[in-house]
């Protein structure tokens, strides 16, 4: 069966530190791969999404960035973390056909 | 563009009680639609999802109908139990093809406490 990795869980970083959050898939080949973000008191947010190695695309104009360096493996980054980038990031796959979408345990990071 | 709005929360209820979240959406195309629950500390979990009009979503309990000519999934559930506290997102997904791929729009959530 399918399973879904993130970590940590949870992160508390001051403003201006670096940041990479993992995510990782097993059980199955070629996903899609998203990054989802729900900040306090909001909805959840689609930050990047990915179709494949390499491949990138950004929902929301912001201090983050995503990079998929192998088939199954989603990171997202950031340089220089802001107060703003704190809330629950949530990493998701969902298959080519794509119709739904399967969630990890969520990163809860809070920038101090 | 896409957008999914859900009844405001938090909806508090006593066990037993009826349950209704109300959803509508607004798609350009044709969309699937879903509800997913988040438990306390927990990432989203898939609760049900309809794909077409009409169509039904059911799991624990809960029942969605997709219906296209009101634009709304709200979701339903008979007698609610104190483990259904959790919060409450209505989502959709286009159809695959073209750019979309399956990218989730979701609602805002609605936070259930149901009390003993």
């Known amino acids: 069966s399918q399973t879904i990795h993130q970590w940590p869980a949870t992160l508390v970083q001051p403003v201006g530190s670096p940041l990479s959050l993992e995510c990782t898939v097993e059980?199955?080949?070629?996903?899609?791969l998203y990054w989802y973000r729900q900040a306090a008191g909001r909805g959840l947010q689609l930050l990047f999404y990915?179709?494949?190695?390499?491949?990138i695309s950004s929902e929301v104009p912001q201090n983050l960035s995503a990079s998929r360096p192998q088939d199954r493996q989603f990171i997202l980054s950031s340089k220089k973390l802001l107060l703003s980038d704190s809330g629950f990031y949530l990493c998701?796959?969902?298959?080519?056909?794509?119709?739904?979408?399967?969630f990890g345990q969520g990163t809860r990071l809070t920038v101090v | 563009g896409n957008s999914v709005t859900q009844m405001e929360g938090p909806v508090t209820l006593s066990e037993e009680a009826f349950l209704t979240i109300n959803c509508t959406y607004t798609?350009?195309?044709?969309?699937?639609l879903f509800w997913y629950v988040q438990y306390p500390g927990e990432g989203l979990q898939l609760l049900l999802k309809?794909?077409?009009?009409?169509d039904k979503g059911s799991n624990k309990g809960f029942e969605a109908t997709y219906r296209k000519e009101t634009t709304s999934f709200h979701l339903e559930k008979g007698s609610v139990q104190v483990s259904d506290s959790a919060v409450y997102f209505c989502?959709?997904?286009?159809?695959?093809?073209?750019?979309?791929?399956?990218?989730?729009?979701f609602g805002q959530g609605t936070i259930l406490t149901v009390h003993p």
């Open positions: 998701a796959w969902s298959d080519q056909v794509g119709t739904e979408a399967f």
């Open positions: 059980g199955t080949s070629n996903p899609n």
């Open positions: 989502a959709l997904s286009e159809r695959a093809g073209g750019t979309s791929y399956g990218k989730l729009t």
């Open positions: 990915s179709v494949g190695i390499g491949q």
């Open positions: 309809a794909t077409k009009a009409d």
């Open positions: 798609a350009t195309g044709y969309p699937s």
